[in-house]
């Protein structure tokens, strides 16, 4: 491989490079190569259990990034590149597939795995050639091939693993790291290519492009031309109605090459002979296509299943000038993702209600249909409900059901993914179906008056249900009017405490106090969370009279004695001089040494979820989420002098303060 010629070769193309990646374009910039940058939008949610080894994952997941970008540009960009190059870069360990991780949460659990271990980091890299037939038509041929390097971290403690987390750096990396960076001090030896784990493996991308370019595969034998996924196939895209391909002379003789024979520009991939000896271009390189598109078709809709791919045609009209992609596209998806977000919750919420989980829990693996049967609902609306949850991560869509109703084996079915099981089914320990009830039912309508709510600084519940709810009776007028209403609010609350009691309890070391009062307990599952990993500790529930036998209200009646007092999500519902009057009393109640655990969602300028439940708070009770320091600054005000903080990256934060 001579490096000039090989890059060379592709000096006068139109390159393109459908990756968002900052690191895989300055890899590629360095070695002088001139490409313009067009993310792809596919959306890397291949069902992984479709492949056999987590290689051809990550082969197809590249495969469909270019395929994507290639596609789009004629009819987007109005102009059709000669190359696309697209990649995908994943960490594998333990059997398991790591991507990027979606939260700092996720990015822990992810270092954590990977501490003291060896991990395999692969890359895989699709390139695209497009060539526009006389007909304005467009013809692509992919060669695709992967790098694997090995990577063996040291140890890791918690401080390390938590420091390296809140540098922010892992958060756009597979396998939440960045060997470039500061992820290289996790690092103790590597095994194969250094830019490979960087996201682009450039050795191999050189010899690529030297057997694409430099190389004649006509004279080669099959076997020899064909490049395989593994490190050396071809395979040939090519239109289906492309009659001009088919009608050519040259494809009526097996043994000949492609018809493709646009003088010194064409690809040599385009040459390229199935090993059945046809013509790649044949009608059965159709077979070709569908099934390097399987997925992506899957994922469109499910009645385009194994139905072609729609001829790709440039319409630019000779007289346009091209028009230059300014557009961030990460900054676009972000707020195409914003603007749909409250579509996404409707679904969530839908589905919940319409106990699609639970169904699928007891009765995976089913159709659309038997789906709409069971809920009694149109099959076109569940069929649209169920491809949005797919979507969205809720559900798996398989191949393949053989369910009575299903047509042939080949039909999509459904089963819940593992987020639904863990979170959706109502049977399970931390389902959040209770939350999610209340959040559409009572937070959904209030936040369609938003716009009320900032410019009046007022809850908003005037306008919902025309009742007027002040402080001053806020629990009895807003949540304990009626049973349905307090059960609701109550199942909210205890599905809340039951994902983020096991968090709140282990957040401090709480072993040496021996009774707490949880105030505002309400249905005591926080209390449960903090008995089972106190075994010493006795924990008592106060609560209003309509809620829990030991009443009172937190307000006007006597606190029982307690060493440690906690106020989950109870201070959020109230202005700030609610807050100091209960403060105050807490204070009262306690002596030196012992404690009160506030259970709060603290706002920290960063995170969504805080900023938006305050909004919520705003518009449900007229009370908001504070900061970390604004509660360190109360909890002093009332003599609690050592105040320590605990994010648990759960719904709730932890701060505990002992009284002076
Ligand atoms: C392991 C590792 C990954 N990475 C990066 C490379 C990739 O950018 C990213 C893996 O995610 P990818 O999905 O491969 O790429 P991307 O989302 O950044 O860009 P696009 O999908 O638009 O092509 O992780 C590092 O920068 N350093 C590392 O050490």
């Given at each position: 491989m001579v490096l000039n010629p090989v890059i060379s070769k592709l000096s006068g193309k139109l390159v393109v490079l459908a990756s968002a990646s900052p690191r895989r374009l300055e890899i590629l910039t360095n070695v002088g190569l001139r490409f313009e940058v067009v993310p792809s939008w596919f959306k890397e949610t291949l069902d992984k259990s479709l492949f056999k080894a987590p290689h051809e994952y990550a082969v197809e997941t590249a495969r469909q990034k270019a395929l994507e970008v290639a596609r789009r540009m004629p009819f987007k960009h109005l102009k059709t590149p000669d190359i696309v190059i697209g990649a995908d870069t994943i960490v594998t360990v333990d059997g398991l597939i790591l991507e990027k991780p979606v939260d700092k949460a996720d990015a822990y659990r992810m270092l954590s795995r990977l501490s003291g271990k060896e991990h395999s980091v692969c890359t895989a890299v699709a390139i695209v050639l497009c060539h526009q037939q006389e007909n304005e038509e467009i013809d692509y041929q992919m060669t695709d091939f992967y790098e694997e390097t090995k990577v063996k971290f040291a140890d890791l403690s918690e401080t390390m693993l938590w420091e390296y987390i809140d540098s922010g750096e892992p958060m756009d990396k597979a396998g939440g790291y960045g060997i470039q960076a500061l992820?290289?001090?996790?690092?103790e030896y590597i095994q194969g290519d250094f830019l490979n784990v960087v996201g682009f493996p450039l050795n191999r991308f050189c010899k690529q492009l030297d057997l694409i370019y430099n190389h004649d595969p006509v004279s080669n034998d099959v076997e020899h031309s064909v490049i395989s996924s593994n490190g050396s196939l071809t395979n040939s895209i090519a239109n289906p109605s492309s009659n001009s391909s088919l009608s050519s002379?040259?494809?009526?003789?097996?043994?000949?090459?492609?018809?493709?024979?646009?003088?010194?520009?064409?690809?040599p991939a385009s040459k390229v002979k199935r090993k059945d000896g046809q013509s790649a271009l044949d009608d059965s390189s159709w077979a070709l296509v569908n099934s390097l598109s399987k997925c992506s078709e899957g994922q469109e809709n499910v009645s385009a299943v194994g139905s072609p791919v729609p001829p790709v045609t440039s319409r630019r009209p000779m007289n346009l000038p091209y028009v230059v992609d300014n557009v961030h596209t990460d900054d676009l998806k972000r707020v195409m993702e914003l603007m749909d977000g409250f579509k996404a919750s409707k679904v969530l919420f839908t589905a919940s209600k319409l106990r699609v989980f639970d169904l699928l829990e007891t009765r995976p693996g089913l159709v659309g249909a038997e789906v709409a049967q069971a809920l009694e609902a149109s099959l076109k609306g569940t069929e649209c409900l169920l491809e949005a949850c797919v979507s969205l991560g809720l559900l798996e869509r398989k191949q393949g059901g053989s369910s009575l109703l299903s047509i042939s084996h080949q039909e999509v079915v459904y089963e819940n993914s593992r987020l639904a099981q863990r979170f959706l089914q109502s049977d399970s320990p931390s389902s959040l179906l209770g939350y999610m009830e209340h959040c559409d039912e009572l937070v959904w309508p209030l936040f369609s008056h938003l716009e009320s709510a900032v410019r009046e600084g007022t809850n908003q519940h005037a306008k919902v249900s025309g009742k007027t709810i002040t402080t001053n009776n806020l629990f009895q007028d807003l949540?304990?009017?009626?049973d349905a209403q307090k059960l609701q609010f109550m199942r909210a609350m205890h599905s809340i405490a039951g994902v983020a009691g096991p968090a709140v309890a282990t957040a401090f070391d709480l072993s040496r106090f021996k009774t707490a009062c949880d105030l505002g307990g309400c249905t005591g599952s926080m209390a449960h969370e903090l008995a089972k990993a106190y075994p010493g500790l006795s924990v008592t529930v106060f609560d209003l009279p309509s809620v829990v036998e030991m009443s009172g209200d937190l307000f006007k009646d006597k606190l029982p004695k307690a060493d440690l007092y906690i106020l989950a999500r109870v201070l959020h519902d109230w202005t700030d001089e609610k807050v100091h009057a209960l403060l105050s009393k807490v204070s009262d109640a306690c002596t030196p040494g012992s404690a009160v655990l506030v259970v709060e969602t603290l706002l920290d300028g960063t995170r969504s979820y805080p900023a938006l439940q305050s909004l919520s708070m705003l518009m449900q009770t007229m009370g908001k989420e504070r900061t970390g320091s604004q509660y360190t600054q109360l909890l002093r005000q009332h003599g609690f002098g050592d105040v320590r903080i605990a994010h648990t990256w759960n719904f709730v934060d932890v701060v505990l303060a002992i009284k002076n």
């Open positions: 992820g290289g001090m996790l690092v002379p040259t494809t009526s003789n097996p043994h000949t090459d492609s018809p493709i024979q646009n003088g010194p520009s064409a690809s949540y304990y009017f009626r």
